[in-house]
């Protein structure tokens, strides 16, 4: 099990950009495939990015293509989404997840694949 703690959340208005951090502690991070969700009041948690955990390959929900990047810096145990062009509709609660993965390239899209996860940081986009 690892401990994982969501910062960078914020107010910002649209158009704008965040960058929210993810710290990871407990287990030895490169072994982990991590990824970030959210879930905006009213509405279930979806997904939002995510990356094998060699960084070498990565994935998005269709509407954060372009404007979501997902990384990640094994050596300071820490997960990275830069998100631009921010729009309304992107407030919502972030959080980050993570997942033990024997393979250098799986990158896990689904919420049920993941075994951890963070308290979430808020994001709130003024239009």
């Known amino acids: 099990q690892v401990q994982l703690v969501e910062s960078g959340g914020g107010l910002v208005q649209a158009g704008g950009s965040l960058r929210l951090s993810c710290a990871v502690s407990g287990r030895t991070f490169s072994s982990y495939a991590m990824g970030w969700s959210r879930q905006a009041p009213g509405k279930e948690r979806e997904f939002v990015a995510a990356i094998s955990r060699s960084g070498g390959r990565t994935s998005y929900a269709d509407s954060m293509k372009g404007r979501f990047t997902i990384s990640r810096d094994n050596a300071k145990n820490t997960v990275y989404l830069q998100m631009n062009s921010l729009k309304p509709e992107d407030t919502a609660v972030y959080y980050c997840?993570?997942?033990?993965?024997?393979?250098?390239?799986?990158?896990?899209?689904?919420?049920?694949?993941?075994?951890?996860w963070g308290q979430g940081t808020q994001v709130t986009v003024s239009s």
């Open positions: 997840a993570a997942v033990q993965s024997l393979s250098q390239t799986w990158v896990p899209v689904g919420q049920y694949e993941y075994d951890d």
